[in-house]
């Protein structure tokens, strides 16, 4: 016959953690808190007095999905809030900067079937009533090959939902910039240009095409970063950076192609590796600025993403690199014989010509509209793994 060890009961302070029934009570008192903060709160307490590295909670607490730093110092946040801590002068939970959190406070163990009062001698919080630490439930400290596996699979997954996502967020970013550029040409001062109907099918198509590309490449690296080395927030900038330079450079290289042989000649410059790379720092310290993905309001980080995202637009411009104004702009003037002319847009700043303050708004409207697309798909896709608060 087995004997099935049960959690106690653990009292700090006023408080009373309740793991089996899932309760944090302050005296009679029930306190709400989220469902994984309640988890951590219970991983800090079981070892309290000990530090917990932050990757531990990542394995115990975010087992089944891949979060950031961020996530982690929210939920910490909330934790204190409920338990009325400061951080700048804790009571209970205790930062030891760049590796974790220890539980400060004393803690007591009640045997589930004795929930009566402690002795005097034996308050909750005391030196005495703490001497002896908690025992860790059955299979938390060491995890079976069973729920590696699943923590494996659960990473693997969100990977694939964060590439996803990020697919998705370039193509409504993709979108967006093709109906922009469309319907400016169509009611550009003096005269709208002619065949405007087919020249937006045109640019919605090419837009969409290479948003939902940049968006891949974006994502995609976002995704290898975390499931390679966690949360980290350099490493998700990094990927997004490399994703998008990759992307783009494979995109320009094509293009470049397509056009040699099609036509026996490309405008140099058009957008590509440079551009790519720099809308991937855009979404990736955009994200990390607001919050993180998993960052409460949701609108925080993709606010951040549209102010970084507009930024690396006209840094892109100052620096002689072309988004996709500027690059329809380059095919358009080697091609005499083309349709296409921007030269009407500049109209609306103020420009005869396609110029640099045109060259330099647009390029900023296209990374905002790319960075807080891509970033707002994959808060969206999130939001309901984490659990955070809206």
């Not at 307490?45 to 590295?53: D, I, P, Q, S």
Request: proline fraction near 5%; glycine fraction near 14%.
């Amino acid at each position: 016959m087995s004997i099935v060890q049960e959690t106690p009961i653990y009292r700090f302070g006023d408080f009373t953690l309740d793991v089996t029934n899932r309760e944090l009570r302050l005296g009679e008192k029930r306190l709400e808190l989220n469902a994984r903060y309640f988890d951590a709160l219970a991983l800090l307490v079981r070892e309290h007095g000990r530090l917990v590295a932050k990757e531990r909670f990542f394995e115990e607490v975010w087992a089944d999905v891949v979060v950031s730093d961020s996530a982690l110092t929210q939920g910490i946040k909330a934790i204190r809030r409920v338990l009325g801590d400061d951080a700048a002068n804790p009571r209970f939970i205790q930062t030891v900067p760049r590796h974790g959190y220890r539980f400060i406070a004393g803690v007591s163990t009640v045997a589930r079937d004795d929930t009566a009062p402690l002795p005097d001698g034996e308050a909750a919080g005391s030196p005495d009533a703490a001497s002896t630490p908690a025992t860790p439930a059955a299979g938390e400290a060491f995890p079976s090959p069973t729920r590696l596996a699943d923590r494996g699979a659960a990473a693997l997954a969100t990977a694939l939902a964060t590439a996803l996502a990020g697919t998705l967020g370039g193509a409504v970013a993709g979108l967006f910039g093709g109906l922009l550029y469309g319907f400016g040409l169509a009611h550009a001062p003096p005269d709208p240009q002619p065949g405007t109907a087919s020249i937006l099918l045109v640019l919605i198509t090419l837009s969409g095409f290479l948003g939902t590309m940049g968006g891949f490449g974006v994502g995609a690296g976002i995704a290898a970063a975390e499931y390679a080395a966690g949360g980290r927030a350099a490493w998700r900038i990094a990927g997004a950076v490399l994703g998008g330079m990759l992307v783009g450079g494979s995109v320009k290289l094509l293009g470049v192609d397509a056009f040699n042989l099609l036509f026996g000649r490309t405008p140099a410059g058009i957008t590509g590796g440079m551009e790519g790379a720099a809308l991937g720092l855009a979404v990736g310290l955009g994200a990390h600025l607001g919050g993180g993905f998993e960052a409460s309001p949701w609108w925080r980080p993709v606010a951040a993403a549209a102010a970084t995202g507009a930024a690396c637009g006209v840094l892109i411009v100052l620096a002689g690199g072309h988004l996709l104004g500027g690059s329809l702009d380059l095919l358009a003037r080697s091609f005499a014989e083309s349709r296409l002319q921007l030269d009407a847009i500049g109209h609306f700043f103020g420009e005869v010509r396609f110029g640099p303050t045109t060259r330099m708004v647009l390029a900023a409207i296209e990374g905002l509209l790319f960075a807080s697309c891509v970033v707002g798909a994959l808060v969206a896709a999130r939001r309901p793994r984490n659990g955070l608060p809206a």
